[in-house]
Protein backbone atom coordinates (compact mmCIF):
# COMPACT_ATOMS: atom_id res chain seq x y z
CA UNK A 1 0.00 0.00 0.00
CA UNK A 2 1.41 3.43 -1.07
CA UNK A 3 1.93 5.94 1.79
CA UNK A 4 2.82 9.87 1.20
CA UNK A 5 5.91 11.29 2.65
CA UNK A 6 5.49 15.08 1.52
CA UNK A 7 4.64 16.91 -1.65
CA UNK A 8 8.08 17.31 -3.94
CA UNK A 9 6.60 19.67 -6.41
CA UNK A 10 3.90 21.01 -7.71
CA UNK A 11 2.32 23.01 -10.68
CA UNK A 12 -0.13 24.30 -12.97
CA UNK A 13 -1.65 20.77 -13.57
CA UNK A 14 -0.71 18.58 -10.08
CA UNK A 15 1.43 17.65 -7.71
CA UNK A 16 3.78 14.98 -7.13
CA UNK A 17 4.49 13.22 -4.33
CA UNK A 18 7.25 11.18 -2.65
CA UNK A 19 5.08 7.33 -2.10
CA UNK A 20 6.18 3.94 -1.97
CA UNK A 21 4.84 2.24 -5.28
CA UNK A 22 5.05 -1.27 -5.29
CA UNK A 23 7.89 -2.06 -3.13
CA UNK A 24 9.86 0.96 -4.24
CA UNK A 25 9.95 4.76 -4.00
CA UNK A 26 8.26 6.81 -6.42
CA UNK A 27 7.01 10.21 -7.57
CA UNK A 28 4.01 10.04 -7.85
CA UNK A 29 2.29 12.54 -9.76
CA UNK A 30 -1.82 13.42 -9.23
CA UNK A 31 -3.79 15.20 -11.75
CA UNK A 32 -6.91 16.62 -10.95
CA UNK A 33 -8.95 14.30 -13.80
CA UNK A 34 -10.61 17.89 -15.33
CA UNK A 35 -7.59 19.50 -15.68
CA UNK A 36 -6.19 17.23 -18.35
CA UNK A 37 -8.32 15.09 -20.97
CA UNK A 38 -7.57 11.25 -22.07
CA UNK A 39 -6.11 12.05 -25.15
CA UNK A 40 -3.31 14.55 -23.75
CA UNK A 41 -3.10 11.65 -20.75
CA UNK A 42 -2.29 9.00 -23.34
CA UNK A 43 0.30 11.19 -25.22
CA UNK A 44 2.68 11.71 -22.07
CA UNK A 45 2.00 7.50 -21.13
CA UNK A 46 3.01 6.85 -25.30
CA UNK A 47 6.11 9.61 -24.52
CA UNK A 48 7.72 8.08 -21.65
CA UNK A 49 6.89 4.72 -23.21
CA UNK A 50 8.83 5.34 -26.39
CA UNK A 51 11.69 7.75 -24.53
CA UNK A 52 13.14 4.75 -22.43
CA UNK A 53 16.89 5.84 -21.71
CA UNK A 54 18.81 5.95 -18.40
CA UNK A 55 18.84 9.66 -19.06
CA UNK A 56 15.49 9.98 -18.86
CA UNK A 57 12.63 9.30 -16.11
CA UNK A 58 10.69 6.54 -16.46
CA UNK A 59 7.22 5.55 -15.91
CA UNK A 60 6.97 2.71 -13.91
CA UNK A 61 3.46 1.63 -14.07
CA UNK A 62 0.17 1.91 -15.61
CA UNK A 63 -1.94 5.36 -15.44
CA UNK A 64 -4.83 4.89 -12.68
CA UNK A 65 -7.99 7.21 -11.74
CA UNK A 66 -8.13 7.34 -8.33
CA UNK A 67 -10.10 9.55 -6.25
CA UNK A 68 -10.49 11.78 -9.07
CA UNK A 69 -7.06 12.25 -10.18
CA UNK A 70 -4.56 10.65 -12.63
CA UNK A 71 -2.43 8.66 -10.89
CA UNK A 72 1.10 8.64 -12.74
CA UNK A 73 3.80 6.82 -11.13
CA UNK A 74 7.37 7.95 -12.03
CA UNK A 75 10.77 7.22 -11.28
CA UNK A 76 12.43 8.66 -8.48
CA UNK A 77 15.49 9.91 -8.52
CA UNK A 78 17.28 10.21 -5.32
CA UNK A 79 19.19 13.94 -5.64
CA UNK A 80 18.47 17.49 -6.74
CA UNK A 81 17.07 19.37 -9.76
CA UNK A 82 19.90 21.44 -11.30
CA UNK A 83 18.30 24.87 -10.51
CA UNK A 84 19.67 23.77 -6.62
CA UNK A 85 22.93 22.56 -8.45
CA UNK A 86 23.89 25.81 -10.39
CA UNK A 87 22.37 28.49 -8.22
CA UNK A 88 22.01 27.35 -4.64
CA UNK A 89 25.46 26.54 -3.73
CA UNK A 90 24.59 26.37 0.13
CA UNK A 91 22.08 23.51 -0.35
CA UNK A 92 23.74 21.30 -2.95
CA UNK A 93 25.23 17.82 -2.25
CA UNK A 94 27.09 17.99 -6.09
CA UNK A 95 30.55 19.74 -6.21
CA UNK A 96 31.15 21.23 -9.62
CA UNK A 97 34.05 20.14 -10.61
CA UNK A 98 35.36 19.90 -14.46
CA UNK A 99 34.59 15.77 -14.11
CA UNK A 100 31.20 16.14 -12.32
CA UNK A 101 30.30 19.16 -14.90
CA UNK A 102 30.99 16.93 -17.72
CA UNK A 103 29.17 13.82 -16.57
CA UNK A 104 25.94 16.01 -15.78
CA UNK A 105 26.31 17.74 -19.33
CA UNK A 106 26.89 15.19 -21.35
CA UNK A 107 24.35 13.22 -19.50
CA UNK A 108 21.55 15.38 -20.08
CA UNK A 109 22.75 16.05 -23.95
CA UNK A 110 22.19 12.52 -24.26
CA UNK A 111 18.69 12.36 -23.21
CA UNK A 112 17.63 15.27 -25.00
CA UNK A 113 19.21 13.16 -28.14
CA UNK A 114 17.44 10.27 -28.07
CA UNK A 115 14.43 12.19 -27.50
CA UNK A 116 14.63 14.12 -30.72
CA UNK A 117 15.68 10.86 -32.18
CA UNK A 118 12.13 9.68 -31.26
CA UNK A 119 10.41 12.79 -32.87
CA UNK A 120 9.97 13.93 -29.11
CA UNK A 121 9.87 17.79 -28.33
CA UNK A 122 10.12 18.32 -24.73
CA UNK A 123 9.03 22.08 -24.56
CA UNK A 124 10.09 22.78 -21.28
CA UNK A 125 13.66 22.16 -20.41
CA UNK A 126 15.35 24.15 -17.91
CA UNK A 127 17.26 23.58 -14.73
CA UNK A 128 14.48 22.61 -12.41
CA UNK A 129 12.63 19.92 -15.06
CA UNK A 130 16.59 18.29 -15.45
CA UNK A 131 17.50 15.97 -11.85
CA UNK A 132 21.13 14.63 -11.32
CA UNK A 133 21.54 12.01 -8.87
CA UNK A 134 23.85 12.51 -5.95
CA UNK A 135 26.90 9.90 -5.88
CA UNK A 136 26.78 8.75 -9.58
CA UNK A 137 26.07 12.71 -11.08
CA UNK A 138 23.27 11.18 -13.87
CA UNK A 139 21.47 13.54 -15.43
CA UNK A 140 18.15 12.97 -15.44
CA UNK A 141 15.04 14.82 -17.64
CA UNK A 142 11.71 15.41 -15.92
CA UNK A 143 8.25 16.58 -16.60
CA UNK A 144 7.21 15.00 -20.00
CA UNK A 145 4.06 16.27 -19.27
CA UNK A 146 4.38 19.39 -22.39
CA UNK A 147 6.19 16.81 -24.24
CA UNK A 148 4.77 16.30 -27.79
CA UNK A 149 5.00 14.27 -31.01
CA UNK A 150 6.72 16.34 -33.85
CA UNK A 151 6.29 14.61 -37.13
CA UNK A 152 6.33 16.67 -40.46
CA UNK A 153 6.09 19.92 -39.23
CA UNK A 154 2.91 18.63 -37.36
CA UNK A 155 2.00 18.74 -33.47
CA UNK A 156 0.28 16.34 -30.88
CA UNK A 157 0.56 19.06 -28.51
CA UNK A 158 -0.26 22.86 -28.11
CA UNK A 159 2.84 24.96 -27.84
CA UNK A 160 3.82 25.76 -23.96
CA UNK A 161 6.75 26.45 -21.76
CA UNK A 162 8.95 28.45 -19.92
CA UNK A 163 9.84 31.80 -21.69
CA UNK A 164 13.23 32.27 -19.40
CA UNK A 165 14.17 29.32 -21.68
CA UNK A 166 12.62 30.07 -24.83
CA UNK A 167 14.07 30.46 -28.30
CA UNK A 168 14.22 33.95 -29.49
CA UNK A 169 11.90 32.62 -32.65
CA UNK A 170 9.43 31.47 -29.92
CA UNK A 171 9.21 34.83 -27.91
CA UNK A 172 8.98 36.58 -31.31
CA UNK A 173 5.51 33.85 -31.88
CA UNK A 174 7.65 33.87 -35.32
CA UNK A 175 8.00 29.45 -34.91
CA UNK A 176 6.00 27.17 -32.41
CA UNK A 177 8.42 24.89 -30.48
CA UNK A 178 10.00 22.23 -32.25
CA UNK A 179 13.55 20.07 -31.63
CA UNK A 180 15.76 23.65 -32.92
CA UNK A 181 14.08 25.16 -29.88
CA UNK A 182 14.95 22.62 -27.34
CA UNK A 183 18.65 22.55 -28.82
CA UNK A 184 18.48 26.31 -28.02
CA UNK A 185 17.24 25.78 -24.33
CA UNK A 186 19.86 22.94 -23.39
CA UNK A 187 22.54 25.56 -24.64
CA UNK A 188 21.57 28.27 -22.56
CA UNK A 189 21.41 25.55 -19.43
CA UNK A 190 24.89 24.45 -20.10
CA UNK A 191 25.88 28.00 -20.37
CA UNK A 192 24.55 28.86 -17.01
CA UNK A 193 26.14 25.27 -15.67
CA UNK A 194 29.27 26.06 -16.41
CA UNK A 195 29.12 30.06 -15.10
CA UNK A 196 27.09 29.93 -12.29
CA UNK A 197 25.26 32.92 -13.41
CA UNK A 198 21.63 33.67 -15.10
CA UNK A 199 21.49 34.74 -17.84
CA UNK A 200 18.78 37.33 -19.53
CA UNK A 201 17.46 35.87 -22.11
CA UNK A 202 17.04 38.20 -24.77
CA UNK A 203 21.06 38.95 -25.05
CA UNK A 204 22.02 34.72 -25.42
CA UNK A 205 23.70 34.22 -28.63
CA UNK A 206 27.14 33.12 -29.63
CA UNK A 207 28.59 36.55 -29.03
CA UNK A 208 27.35 36.42 -25.16
CA UNK A 209 28.38 32.95 -24.84
CA UNK A 210 31.93 33.64 -25.93
CA UNK A 211 32.27 36.52 -23.88
CA UNK A 212 30.58 34.27 -20.36
CA UNK A 213 32.67 31.30 -21.19
CA UNK A 214 35.78 32.34 -22.84
CA UNK A 215 37.95 29.35 -23.74
CA UNK A 216 36.27 26.96 -21.69
CA UNK A 217 35.59 23.51 -23.75
CA UNK A 218 31.72 23.67 -24.09
CA UNK A 219 32.33 27.16 -25.24
CA UNK A 220 32.19 25.99 -29.19
CA UNK A 221 29.17 23.63 -28.93
CA UNK A 222 27.01 26.27 -26.95
CA UNK A 223 27.44 29.15 -29.32
CA UNK A 224 26.33 26.31 -32.26
CA UNK A 225 23.33 25.89 -30.26
CA UNK A 226 22.00 29.32 -29.39
CA UNK A 227 22.37 30.71 -33.07
CA UNK A 228 19.58 33.13 -33.12
CA UNK A 229 18.37 31.87 -36.61
CA UNK A 230 16.87 28.54 -36.46
CA UNK A 231 17.97 27.61 -39.72
CA UNK A 232 21.57 27.97 -38.87
CA UNK A 233 21.27 25.85 -35.35
CA UNK A 234 22.96 22.96 -34.85
CA UNK A 235 20.59 20.43 -34.01
CA UNK A 236 21.86 17.60 -30.91
CA UNK A 237 22.65 15.10 -33.31
CA UNK A 238 25.37 17.73 -34.81
CA UNK A 239 27.00 18.99 -31.65
CA UNK A 240 26.69 15.53 -29.12
CA UNK A 241 30.28 14.45 -30.40
CA UNK A 242 31.85 17.81 -29.56
CA UNK A 243 30.08 17.70 -26.25
CA UNK A 244 31.09 14.23 -25.71
CA UNK A 245 34.88 15.57 -26.47
CA UNK A 246 34.68 18.54 -24.50
CA UNK A 247 32.92 16.57 -21.21
CA UNK A 248 35.75 13.74 -21.40
CA UNK A 249 33.17 11.30 -23.06
CA UNK A 250 35.30 7.41 -23.82
CA UNK A 251 38.93 7.79 -22.94
CA UNK A 252 40.53 10.67 -21.69
CA UNK A 253 44.49 10.62 -20.55
CA UNK A 254 45.50 14.23 -19.16
CA UNK A 255 48.91 13.07 -19.31
CA UNK A 256 50.95 10.51 -21.76
CA UNK A 257 53.63 9.68 -19.28
CA UNK A 258 54.30 6.31 -17.60
CA UNK A 259 51.35 4.12 -18.40
CA UNK A 260 53.19 0.91 -18.30
CA UNK A 261 53.38 1.37 -14.61
CA UNK A 262 49.49 0.88 -14.26
CA UNK A 263 49.94 -2.48 -16.21
CA UNK A 264 48.15 -5.90 -14.78
CA UNK A 265 51.33 -7.54 -12.99
CA UNK A 266 53.04 -10.68 -13.83
CA UNK A 267 53.53 -13.40 -11.42
CA UNK A 268 56.31 -14.85 -13.82
CA UNK A 269 58.95 -12.97 -13.24
CA UNK A 270 61.70 -12.99 -10.41
CA UNK A 271 64.73 -11.14 -9.32
CA UNK A 272 66.52 -14.07 -10.77
CA UNK A 273 65.43 -13.44 -14.14
CA UNK A 274 66.47 -9.59 -14.12
CA UNK A 275 70.17 -8.82 -14.55
CA UNK A 276 71.32 -7.75 -11.21
CA UNK A 277 73.36 -4.91 -12.68
CA UNK A 278 71.94 -1.67 -12.89
CA UNK A 279 73.89 -1.06 -15.84
CA UNK A 280 72.16 -3.54 -18.02
CA UNK A 281 69.07 -2.02 -17.12
CA UNK A 282 67.06 0.03 -18.69
CA UNK A 283 67.71 3.16 -16.57
CA UNK A 284 64.57 5.26 -17.65
CA UNK A 285 61.54 4.86 -14.93
CA UNK A 286 59.33 4.43 -17.68
CA UNK A 287 60.88 1.48 -18.60
CA UNK A 288 61.21 -0.16 -15.43
CA UNK A 289 58.84 -2.88 -13.77
CA UNK A 290 57.82 -1.50 -10.63
CA UNK A 291 55.26 -4.02 -9.67
CA UNK A 292 56.36 -6.22 -6.51
CA UNK A 293 54.85 -9.32 -7.99
CA UNK A 294 57.79 -8.89 -10.60
CA UNK A 295 60.35 -9.48 -7.83
CA UNK A 296 61.10 -11.64 -5.71
CA UNK A 297 59.65 -10.53 -2.30
CA UNK A 298 60.55 -13.75 -0.41
CA UNK A 299 63.61 -14.96 1.51
CA UNK A 300 63.05 -18.26 -0.06
CA UNK A 301 63.91 -17.57 -3.04
CA UNK A 302 68.01 -16.25 -2.23
CA UNK A 303 70.56 -18.85 -3.34
CA UNK A 304 71.27 -20.86 0.19
CA UNK A 305 74.29 -22.42 -1.59
CA UNK A 306 77.73 -20.41 -1.08
CA UNK A 307 78.76 -22.92 -3.64
CA UNK A 308 77.16 -20.75 -6.44
CA UNK A 309 78.65 -17.50 -5.02
CA UNK A 310 82.06 -16.42 -5.29
CA UNK A 311 83.55 -17.00 -2.01
CA UNK A 312 86.71 -14.78 -2.26
CA UNK A 313 86.00 -11.16 -1.99
CA UNK A 314 88.94 -10.87 -5.08
CA UNK A 315 86.51 -11.97 -7.21
CA UNK A 316 83.41 -9.61 -6.94
CA UNK A 317 83.42 -6.83 -8.35
CA UNK A 318 84.44 -3.83 -5.98
CA UNK A 319 82.22 -1.11 -8.17
CA UNK A 320 78.63 -0.60 -6.20
CA UNK A 321 77.61 -0.17 -10.16
CA UNK A 322 78.32 -3.87 -10.73
CA UNK A 323 76.82 -5.14 -7.96
CA UNK A 324 72.95 -6.49 -7.75
CA UNK A 325 71.40 -3.51 -5.90
CA UNK A 326 68.32 -5.86 -4.96
CA UNK A 327 69.14 -7.40 -1.06
CA UNK A 328 67.68 -10.91 -1.98
CA UNK A 329 70.76 -11.50 -4.58
CA UNK A 330 73.05 -10.48 -2.21
CA UNK A 331 75.49 -12.81 0.12
CA UNK A 332 74.09 -12.93 3.62
CA UNK A 333 77.04 -14.92 4.88
CA UNK A 334 79.44 -12.68 6.89
CA UNK A 335 81.86 -15.30 6.16
CA UNK A 336 81.82 -14.47 2.09
CA UNK A 337 81.69 -10.59 2.31
CA UNK A 338 84.58 -8.48 1.94
CA UNK A 339 85.92 -7.44 5.00
CA UNK A 340 87.09 -3.54 3.36
CA UNK A 341 84.45 -1.11 3.96
CA UNK A 342 85.46 -0.21 0.25
CA UNK A 343 83.52 -3.09 -1.47
CA UNK A 344 80.12 -2.33 0.43
CA UNK A 345 77.56 -0.97 -1.34
CA UNK A 346 77.22 3.07 -1.09
CA UNK A 347 73.86 2.88 -1.79
CA UNK A 348 71.02 2.93 0.55
CA UNK A 349 68.98 1.21 -2.06
CA UNK A 350 71.25 -1.56 -2.43
CA UNK A 351 71.10 -2.41 1.00
CA UNK A 352 69.27 -5.44 2.68
CA UNK A 353 66.24 -4.46 4.84
CA UNK A 354 67.51 -6.73 7.85
CA UNK A 355 69.07 -5.37 10.93
CA UNK A 356 71.83 -8.13 10.48
CA UNK A 357 72.74 -6.80 6.77
CA UNK A 358 73.17 -3.41 7.53
CA UNK A 359 76.58 -1.52 7.46
CA UNK A 360 77.72 -0.56 10.61
CA UNK A 361 79.33 3.01 9.16
CA UNK A 362 76.62 5.30 7.26
CA UNK A 363 79.48 8.22 7.45
CA UNK A 364 81.04 6.80 4.26
CA UNK A 365 78.39 6.09 2.23
CA UNK A 366 77.96 8.35 -0.66
CA UNK A 367 74.57 7.63 -2.26
CA UNK A 368 74.27 7.56 -6.49
CA UNK A 369 72.34 10.31 -7.71
CA UNK A 370 71.51 7.96 -10.40
CA UNK A 371 70.02 5.38 -8.05
CA UNK A 372 68.35 7.81 -5.86
CA UNK A 373 66.37 9.03 -9.00
CA UNK A 374 64.58 5.42 -9.28
CA UNK A 375 63.91 5.06 -5.87
CA UNK A 376 62.42 8.01 -5.78
CA UNK A 377 60.36 6.84 -9.02
CA UNK A 378 59.45 4.07 -7.32
CA UNK A 379 58.14 5.47 -4.35
CA UNK A 380 56.29 8.27 -6.29
CA UNK A 381 54.30 5.52 -8.64
CA UNK A 382 53.61 2.84 -6.05
CA UNK A 383 50.11 3.69 -4.93
CA UNK A 384 48.31 1.95 -7.48
CA UNK A 385 50.22 -1.23 -8.05
CA UNK A 386 51.31 -2.61 -4.60
CA UNK A 387 54.63 -2.91 -3.22
CA UNK A 388 54.20 -5.49 -0.69
CA UNK A 389 55.11 -5.36 2.73
CA UNK A 390 53.86 -6.13 6.47
CA UNK A 391 50.32 -4.57 5.22
CA UNK A 392 49.55 -7.56 3.08
CA UNK A 393 45.60 -7.11 3.37
CA UNK A 394 45.74 -3.04 2.28
CA UNK A 395 48.22 -4.58 -0.85
CA UNK A 396 45.48 -6.99 -1.69
CA UNK A 397 42.78 -4.36 -1.29
CA UNK A 398 45.09 -2.10 -3.74
CA UNK A 399 45.72 -4.51 -6.25
CA UNK A 400 41.80 -5.84 -6.24
CA UNK A 401 40.54 -1.93 -6.93
CA UNK A 402 43.03 -1.67 -9.15
CA UNK A 403 41.97 -5.03 -11.28
CA UNK A 404 38.02 -3.84 -11.06
CA UNK A 405 38.79 0.07 -12.03
CA UNK A 406 40.81 -1.54 -15.47
CA UNK A 407 38.59 -4.90 -15.90
CA UNK A 408 36.71 -3.91 -19.49
CA UNK A 409 38.90 -0.29 -20.73
CA UNK A 410 40.10 -0.48 -24.14
CA UNK A 411 43.17 1.35 -22.61
CA UNK A 412 45.75 1.62 -19.56
CA UNK A 413 45.01 3.39 -16.58
CA UNK A 414 47.06 6.86 -16.57
CA UNK A 415 49.15 7.72 -13.38
CA UNK A 416 47.33 11.19 -13.36
CA UNK A 417 44.24 11.49 -15.66
CA UNK A 418 40.56 10.65 -15.72
CA UNK A 419 38.85 8.05 -18.18
CA UNK A 420 35.50 7.46 -18.90
CA UNK A 421 33.91 4.69 -20.94
CA UNK A 422 30.04 4.43 -21.90
CA UNK A 423 28.46 1.43 -23.56
CA UNK A 424 24.61 0.85 -24.41
CA UNK A 425 22.72 -1.36 -26.78
CA UNK A 426 19.24 -0.87 -28.00
CA UNK A 427 16.71 -3.60 -28.88
CA UNK A 428 13.85 -2.60 -31.25
CA UNK A 429 14.53 0.64 -31.24
CA UNK A 430 15.03 0.97 -27.46
CA UNK A 431 17.93 1.76 -24.73
CA UNK A 432 18.42 -2.18 -23.48
CA UNK A 433 21.20 -2.10 -21.22
CA UNK A 434 23.32 1.12 -20.54
CA UNK A 435 26.60 1.35 -18.27
CA UNK A 436 29.15 3.97 -17.54
CA UNK A 437 33.03 3.52 -15.49
CA UNK A 438 34.78 6.20 -14.63
CA UNK A 439 37.76 6.00 -13.04
CA UNK A 440 39.94 9.25 -11.66
CA UNK A 441 43.62 8.98 -10.53
CA UNK A 442 46.34 11.40 -9.35
CA UNK A 443 49.54 11.49 -8.14
CA UNK A 444 49.37 7.44 -9.16
CA UNK A 445 46.42 7.18 -6.84
CA UNK A 446 42.52 6.17 -7.82
CA UNK A 447 41.04 9.05 -6.48
CA UNK A 448 37.23 8.04 -7.98
CA UNK A 449 35.98 4.91 -9.09
CA UNK A 450 32.20 4.72 -10.44
CA UNK A 451 30.96 1.75 -11.99
CA UNK A 452 26.64 2.19 -13.16
CA UNK A 453 25.12 -0.16 -15.02
CA UNK A 454 21.62 0.24 -16.24
CA UNK A 455 18.95 -2.66 -17.52
CA UNK A 456 15.90 -1.80 -18.53
CA UNK A 457 14.41 -5.45 -18.64
Request: proline share 10%; with cysteine; aromatic share 6%.
Amino acid sequence: MAYSTGTLAQGCFGKVYREKYNDTWAAIKKVPHHLIDRKDLERECDVYNKANHPNIVKLLGNITLKDRKWIIPLEFIFGEDLETTIFKATKSKIQLTPANKGTIIIGMCEGLFHLHSKDIVHQDLKPENIMVEHNTNRAVIIDLGLAKFFRHGLNSAMDMGNEAYSAPEVLKRCNQRDQRSDVWAMGKIIAELCARIRLYTPSVCPAKIKETLHDQPYCHAVCRMVEPDPSLRATMGGVISDIRRAGGAGIVINTPIQKEHLKPPSPHLNARNRSPSPMNRDPSPLKRDPSPMRRAPSPFNRDPSPLNRAPSPFNRDPSPLNRAPSPFNRDPSPLNRAPSPFNRDPSPLNRAPSPFNRDPAPQKRDPSPLLKALHEDKNKNQALVPTGGTDLVQDFMKMRLYQEAAKDLPCNLPTTGRVVVRRFEQKNGEVGTWEQKEVVTRGGKIIKFDDVRFNSN
